[in-house]
């Protein structure tokens, strides 16, 4: 288990990542006391599923028309 300080971990950010991402533990500690591990996450990727809201989802008729005061508002004068 490597320990370092706070001011170790702002400058060497990078090589403390690559080592966590090897397989070795990170403590990071301030005033000699440890406040946090560095780990990896575990991202999940999961595969997208198209039409997943197929039918579930309504759009109104008039959806794509603006009203003229909406629209008004964004015209110069």
Known sequence: ?????MCEA???LSKLVERVLAGESV???KFGMP???LVP???E????????FEG???MAPDFDQTREEI??????E
């Open 1 to 5: 288990m490597l320990k370092v300080n």
């Open 10 to 12: 702002k400058t060497q």
């Open 27 to 29: 403590i990071v500690a």
């Open 35 to 37: 406040v946090v591990r």
């Open 41 to 43: 996450t575990s991202i």
């Open 45 to 52: 990727h999961r595969q997208r599923r198209p039409g997943l």
């Open 56 to 58: 579930k989802i309504r």
């Open 71 to 76: 629209s008004s508002g964004f015209e110069r």
